[in-house]
């Protein structure tokens, strides 16, 4: 299916053994332990179907949000907002997982699939599999969500409904306002098949000559900066789409409409960037840009009432394949139901939520804010986001470096940001007050990339330093560092989290974040960023795991420690917490832990190719995954250690683009943030905490748990705030 790393075997290489660096100084080749049994070994990798295909883990998860949507007891317009997720998320899982996956198919680059499936294999699969939950999601939306919000006084209706007063208010706002953006375009001979953006929703009209009486074809595209669901005032809404095709023949004059059809085609957008020379990576990613709009068509979305007629000539137009013809009642494009969610009807919703400044950091009898840099020099400070106010933390903290005339030195990571953010601002105001500011802008992050390349620019004009990290590797860790001169001498304190410098997104994505002055750790980061800004080449490090140099190796080497531990019957157990779980050499390792006796707890919110609960291979693993209205997002590794536990929380997933092509960071937690974070780890594996439980045959069950996590981590977080 791809050209990325296949599994490879347990055993340490007999030249080099592994290169991980790990907490107390050893490496895996001195460690004088664990050593795999090569029976063993065989017997683990010789079972065939022991990874799930990634592709059909994604599609699952993508399922588990449309459980979401049809859970009855979540507030109305939350589940709203879950249909319109789930169609954002199948929209780029085409636009980027399918279209590499076609694209490898068509150049001869794809190969056989870890889970033993080939390419063409797993295509029809996830034609077939998309395609049951699209028709799910459709009646869902009609029979249930459509219902439901009508009988809470809104009602989401199609043309024939209206009244004669409603109608008459859409053709004024058609006249007005929709008509003059209007570019109805004709297919004739002289006027071939226009291009068709991806996303875009379309018309496909056709018409007929009354004085020939030859039919013809027209494309009109939907304007998207329009409300996808036109109000009608009281809470009545129609689609945009509606309001135009009822009105198609101000459009054409003369003609007669006789058929109008919504469509929707979803393109490749993933970008492919030749890195050879990174002074021009710049001018390379903009070029690709403007390349993105043009990729190769990987869906079309049709209403099920669509004429064969038209739809014929749209399958030979955009030269698609029938599998990949979506046929689905209309409305398509749920995306716009967001605007649905957002009404101001507070009790169809989440209990309302306020992220509360953390209680190292809160402001007590002064009225000016805390001094962050003061407050960590008493302690170190682990953030829980969005439980922990993100703009009265990360965001102050470099707030403050910017403002402090003790400060020297900003450096700091940027991968996804806000469009007005104000980490951005800080910088600019760091640098202009003639600090020096280094900051690595991932221009590659995706569907982020011309923003980035907007604050890159931005920022270099303001006197930054910026860097866009090292050729062949995108920077996805998340750091920022500040250097203070203080009496006693130069001080660092840091910030490593899991999560983006993004103060929106902090508000609805779950992440982990340590704020500390630990030398160990400021050290380190500094060697890390002269890394990626200089010619340092430092590989190893005390309390970091890097990639692509020792986050897989570090991960396998403590995995081996805790099958010591386990042997020798000391305390034992792995929990790791993800957003995927794919990485085969990191798998076939938590296979081997379960096989020697070490329980292994896996919390994955998205993607897992481990089958849990296999006779005589994953016996003592299980798996679980958590939704809500929060996006788990944060990534813990967590070893019982024989008693002296470990745990490190950072940025990589355990996938090859983690580990092998970009740089990540894992942090070892000191122990009072690592007690901290066990406990979380207790509550989110507690058998009564509800999520969905992975089987053996790599289908997820929603368990019967009556402890619902995120909203009990609210509640604890209330009542700290009533408290203080």
């Known amino acids: 299916m791809s050209t990325e790393q296949q599994p490879t075997s347990l055993l340490p290489d007999a030249e080099t053994g592994t290169l991980a660096a790990v907490s107390d100084g050893r490496t895996s080749a001195e460690a004088p332990g664990y050593v795999p049994d090569p029976a063993l070994v065989e017997a683990i990798e010789s079972v065939d179907n022991r990874f799930v295909d990634r592709e059909l883990s994604w599609l699952r998860f993508n399922e588990r949000v449309l ?44 190969v056989r699939a870890a889970s033993g499936l080939m390419p063409l294999e797993v295509l029809e699969a996830i034609w077939r599999r998309s395609a049951e939950l699209s028709q799910r999601q459709a009646r869902l939306f009609h029979d249930k969500v459509i219902p439901a919000l009508g009988s809470h006084g809104i009602e989401i209706v199609r043309w024939a409904d209206l009244d004669r007063d409603e109608q008459k208010e859409c053709k004024r706002l058609f006249k007005d306002r929709i008509f003059p953006v209007l570019t109805p375009l004709a297919v004739d001979p002289a006027h071939p098949f226009p291009y068709i953006s991806g996303l875009s929703l379309n018309l496909a009209v056709v018409l007929r000559n009354p004085k020939s009486g030859k039919e013809l074809f027209a494309r009109v595209k939907v304007p998207s900066n329009f409300d996808r669901f036109v109000s009608l005032g009281n809470a009545r809404f129609v689609p945009l789409e509606d309001v135009i095709g009822a009105h198609l023949r101000r459009l054409f004059p003369g003609m007669e409409v006789l058929e109008a059809h919504t469509f929707r085609v979803t393109r490749n957008e993933d970008l492919e960037v030749e890195e050879d020379d990174a002074e021009n990576l710049l001018t390379a990613l903009e070029k690709e840009l403007l390349r993105r709009k043009f990729g190769p068509p990987v869906r079309l979305e049709v209403e099920e009432s669509i004429a064969p007629s038209v739809l014929e000539l749209l399958v030979s137009e955009l030269d698609i394949s029938a599998n990949e013809v979506f046929r689905l009642p209309g409305p398509l494009d749920l995306r716009g139901l967001h605007s649905i969610a957002d009404l101001p009807r507070e009790e169809l919703k989440y209990r309302s939520f306020v992220p509360s400044t953390h209680t190292r950091l809160a402001e007590f009898e002064s009225a000016a804010p805390v001094d962050v840099f003061k407050a960590l020099r008493r302690r170190d400070v682990l953030l829980h986001h969005p439980y922990d106010s993100f703009a009265t933390s990360v965001q102050r903290f470099i707030e403050q ?98 999560g983006n410098y993004n103060p929106k997104t902090s508000r609805m994505y779950e992440d982990l974040g340590l704020l500390t002055t630990d030398e160990a750790i400021g050290e380190d980061v500094a060697h890390l960023f002269n890394n990626l800004s200089g010619w340092s080449r430092k590989a190893t490090y005390e309390q970091l795991l890097v990639a692509p140099d020792s986050v897989r190796s570090g991960l396998i080497d403590q995995i081996h420690r805790e099958i010591e531990h386990a042997k020798a019957g000391r305390p034992a157990g792995i929990r790791f917490k993800a957003n995927s779980v794919v990485d085969e050499e ?29 006779a005589g291979l994953s016996e003592n693993v299980k798996v679980r995954s958590i939704l809500g209205r929060f996006l788990e997002h944060s990534r813990v590794f967590s070893f019982e250690g024989g008693g002296e536990p470990v745990t490190w929380i950072g940025s990589a997933d355990l996938m090859h683009r983690n580990l092998d092509r970009r740089v990540e960071v894992l942090v070892r937690l000191p122990d009072a943030s690592r007690d901290a974070v066990r406990r979380l780890l207790d509550l989110a594996f507690a058998p009564s905490t509800q999520a969905w439980e992975l089987g053996a045959d790599g289908e997820w069950k929603r368990n019967a748990g009556t402890v619902h996590l995120q909203e009990t981590l609210i509640e604890q977080q209330r009542r700290r705030r009533t408290v203080d």
Request: glycine share 8%; hydrophobic share 45%; aromatic share 6%.
């Open 67 to 110: 459980e979401l949507a049809e859970d009855e007891a979540l507030p109305l317009l939350e589940r709203t907002r879950f249909l319109a997720i789930f169609t954002s998320n199948l929209d780029e899982f085409f636009m980027v997982r399918v279209a590499g996956l076609k694209r490898r198919i068509a150049t001869g680059l794809a």
């Open 401 to 498: 470096a910017a403002a402090d005339p003790h400060v020297l030195a900003i450096k700091q990571t940027l991968y996804r940001t806000s469009g007005d953010s104000p980490i951005i601002d800080a910088l600019i105001d760091a640098a202009e007050a003639g600090k020096q500011v280094l900051v690595l802008v991932e221009i590659k992050a995706r569907f982020d990339e011309q923003a980035n390349i907007r604050w890159a620019r931005k920022l270099e004009q303001a006197g930054c330093h910026v860097v866009y990290g090292l050729v062949g590797l995108k920077t996805h860790c998340k750091l920022a560092m500040v250097v203070r001169d203080e009496p006693e001498g130069i001080r660092r304190y840091t910030h490593i989290g899991t």
């Open 586 to 614: 990191t798998v076939d390792a938590l296979y081997l832990a379960s096989c020697e006796g070490v329980p292994v707890e896996l919390l994955v919110r998205g993607i897992c190719a481990l089958r849990p609960g296999v």
